[in-house]
Structures are given as structure tokens and as C-alpha cells.
């Protein structure tokens, strides 16, 4: 079969997708990525085809880079709004060029992650059937077109398609929402076609940066340190988990991500390995802990290997509602922007380290996520949505929270 996967390049919204992609491709099939140009190289790393996707700069005044500015002048409330907006006006933009993709490659089913509502309108153009990969529980879709200033019924009436006041649509053919069945909560049950999968990551090629980096570390606890790889330049928030880690007496790797060189960060103590970026499945199973901003692979990454986590949401939409239900189970605690220091950070760290619920909390959801569908049976989902062009029902006991419409627009 012939799979069109499609993402946005920041890997918090590429990398699940890139997991499906090589699950797909192992099993046999062909996968076309469609993204923008400056993930190539992940994708060339993965052995992933890739077609580059037409800037949108300037159109409706996007820029690229508009999403990470928007951190620095809006506040939390107003963020969620802005980048539905602006995730839906890059979709409009991009519409016509994935039509072109599918029209050219014919594929069995299209592929697409949580905010790539390119794909979605699509396939209401084509009539070929759309799966989602979700990083984050959902909501109505009445909610998200009053939230957007009616961005979605626009788009649709633009191509001409029928118009769908609660974006059903988008959760018509297949839904693989990647998280343990506690993150969800014990609400009206999930839509049908919504299958609880566990969370896709890419296959990693170990190249030793792992071993040199916690070589000699001394016999105390590590600390892994992320602050994703789009907010991570975020003014201040760096520097200061750093310093919130100083006087800690534990190991820490940190990632500052390609975009933020760690010499910018200045000289840290002989406690604190930095690098730019790391395969975090090879490098968690030497941690104890993990600090992040809030992100779904991070924090899915963690909960994955039973680690607890302390959450320092930064600006993605998605961030403080995940850093808030990671609290809630247990699993982890919160460090919000109001109360963001380094001795918050301290005092988080040294909590989860020492308070053993936290790592009782994390091994229970890492339990619940090796009991969920394997990437192979992923496959087998696409497969039979593919092969049927039916939509692809779960039969499962666990039906759990309403999911309707789509996600939260996220750039993790």
C-alpha cells in the first residue's frame, strides 16, 4: 500500500509521525513524507522520503518563525487561539499542493499528525481516507471554530467542501491517540473510530554520543534536561533551570536543541553535560528524572521508561494542560510561569528524586502504555482502513473521554 505522511517539521509534531512512517516501511509498504524542507535531514536520518512542502510565508502575513514570537507578546490565555489561527491558515496555504501530492502518488490513505489540518481538508477534497495521529486529548470541534474565529468552517467553504459545524470529518475514518488510558480520565466514552495506541517513536541508530556523554558519571542520580526544540530559545527559561539545578547532588544531560548553540549558555558546573541534541529513547533508560516543557514527547518519552517528571510549560498551547495532568496522576509536578525560579526547579527536582510516589505514579503509566497496540498493530490499522476505505472501529472495553473534532494547536 501506498501511505502520504503529513507533519509539521518541529519534531514535537514530526517525530510520532516519522515512528508510523518506519513502522509502515518495515511492514513492507511506501510511505512519501510531506513536510517542510528543513526537516530533510531527520528525514534522510530515518531513511524517509521526503517532499518538501512550499513555504507560506506571506500568506495571511505567516511567517515561520511567527509562532515562536507569539511566546514573547501573548499571553498563556490568548496563545491557544492564535495558534489555531495560524495552523489553519498554514493548512489553507498548503491545501492545494497536498491535493497535487495526491493526485500524483494515488495513496491508499493519507497520514497526519494532530494540528496538519492540510491533510483533513484534503481528503474532504479527494475523498481518500485520512488518519490522525493525536498528541493531545481533544475537543469539540464547535469549540475549536468559535476558538478560531471560525478559521475551520472558512477553510472548508474555500474548497468547496460541505460544511460541518462540529468537525466531524476530521474524526471520520481513524483516530490513534497515543496515550495511556489514566491521561484521559474517566469521562464519556471516546469516538469510535478513536484507537488508544502507544506513543510511536523513531528507531535511532545509537552512535555512541549516549556513552560518551554519561561516561564516568558519578554513582548518584541523573537528570535529563529538555526544553523541547522550538520554545527551547525561550528568553531566560534555560539559564534558569540550569541554575535551579546547580547545587543538586545529581548527574544532568541536558539537550538544548539545534537551534540554541550551549555555549550561549555560558561555563555550568562540572555536574551539568550539555549537548545539543540526543535520541532521548537511548539516552532515558541512564536517567532517573526527567525536567521538560510540557511537550508530548517528552513527557510521553518519560512516562514510557516509569520516570517522573518535572514540567516547566512554555509556550506551545498544549504545554500547561499537560504539565497540569501530569500533576494530577502523580506522576510529576508543575513548575507554571508564575511561579517559574530556580529554586522552584530545586525544590521539584529534589521532590521527585526523593518522594517515591512520583516514580510509583510514572511505572504505573508505563504499564498502561506497554499494554497498549503496538506500532505494529498500527500498521495493521492502516492497513485495514486502506484496504476497506471504511472507517476503522474500535472494539475495545476502554472507551474513554469524548473525542470530538480535533486537537489543540501545538507546536511541542
Not at 125 to 131: E, F, K, L
Not at 136 to 144: D, E, I, Q
Not at 265 to 280: D, K, M, T, V, W
Not at 346 to 368: Q, T
Amino acid at each position: 500500500m501506498r501511505f502520504l505522511i503529513t507533519a509539521h517539521a518541529a519534531l514535537g509534531h514530526l517525530r510520532p509521525l516519522i515512528g508510523v512512517a518506519q513502522a509502515l516501511e518495515a511492514a513492507g509498504h511506501t510511505t512519501v513524507t510531506a513536510t517542510d524542507n528543513v526537516a530533510r535531514d531527520d528525514l534522510a536520518a530515518a531513511g524517509l522520503p521526503l517532499r518538501a512542502l512550499p513555504t507560506t510565508d506571506g500568506f495571511k502575513g505567516i511567517t515561520d518563525d511567527g509562532i515562536v514570537q507569539s511566546a514573547t507578546v501573548l499571553s498563556p490565555a490568548e496563545r491557544p487561539a492564535f495558534a489555531l489561527r495560524y495552523f489553519v491558515d498554514r493548512a489553507v496555504a498548503w491545501t492545494p499542493a497536498i491535493v497535487e501530492l495526491i493526485e500524483e502518488l494515488a495513496p491508499d490513505v493519507i497520514v497526519r499528525e494532530t494540528s496538519f489540518w492540510a491533510s483533513w481538508l484534503a481528503g474532504e477534497i479527494t475523498g481518500v481516507p485520512v488518519a490522525m495521529f493525536s498528541f493531545t486529548p481533544v475537543v469539540s470541534g464547535s469549540t475549536l471554530d468559535l476558538v478560531s474565529g471560525n478559521r475551520f468552517a472558512d477553510a472548508l467553504a474555500r474548497f468547496g467542501c460541505p460544511a460541518d459545524p462540529d468537525l466531524t470529518s476530521m474524526t471520520r475514518w481513524l483516530t490513534l491517540l497515543g496515550f495511556p488510558p489514566s491521561w484521559i480520565g474517566p469521562e464519556p466514552a471516546l469516538e469510535p473510530t478513536t484507537h488508544l495506541v502507544q506513543p510511536p517513536e523513531p528507531e535511532e541508530i545509537d552512535d555512541g554520543r549516549v556513552a560518551a556523554l554519561i561516561a564516568d558519571l558519578p554513582d548518584r542520580p541523573t537528570v535529563y534536561v529538555t526544553l523541547g526544540t522550538t520554545f527551547n530559545a525561550t528568553p531566560g527559561a534555560f539559564a534558569m533551570v540550569l541554575a535551579g539545578l546547580h547545587e543538586l547532588d545529581v548527574n544532568v544531560i541536558a539537550t538544548t536543541g539545534r537551534s540554541l548553540d550551549p555555549a550561549s549558555l555560558g561555563p555550568q558546573p562540572a555536574h551539568i553535560r550539555l549537548a545539543e541534541f540526543i535520541p532521548q529513547r537511548l539516552l532515558l533508560p541512564h536517567c532517573d528524572a526527567v525536567v521538560a516543557h510540557g511537550g508530548y514527547g517528552s513527557l510521553m518519552g518519560a512516562l514510557q521508561h516509569g520516570l517522573p517528571v518535572v514540567s516547566v510549560p512554555l509556550a506551545a498551547a498544549d504545554n500547561i494542560s499537560k504539565a497540569s495532568r501530569l500533576a494530577e496522576l502523580g506522576a510529576g509536578i508543575a513548575v507554571h510561569e508564575e511561579v517559574r525560579s530556580p529554586r522552584a526547579v530545586h525544590e521539584a527536582v529534589s521532590a521527585v528524586l526523593h518522594d517515591g510516589s512520583y516514580r510509583a505514579a510514572a511505572r504505573a503509566l508505563a504499564d498502561e502504555i506497554a499494554a497498549l497496540p503496538s506500532p505494529a498493530a498500527v500498521v495493521g490499522l492502516l492497513e485495514q482502513l486502506g484496504s476497506t476505505r471504511a472507517p476503522v472501529e474500535s472494539r475495545g472495553p476502554d472507551r474513554r473521554p469524548s473525542v470530538r473534532g480535533d486537537g489543540s494547536c501545538v507546536c511541542s
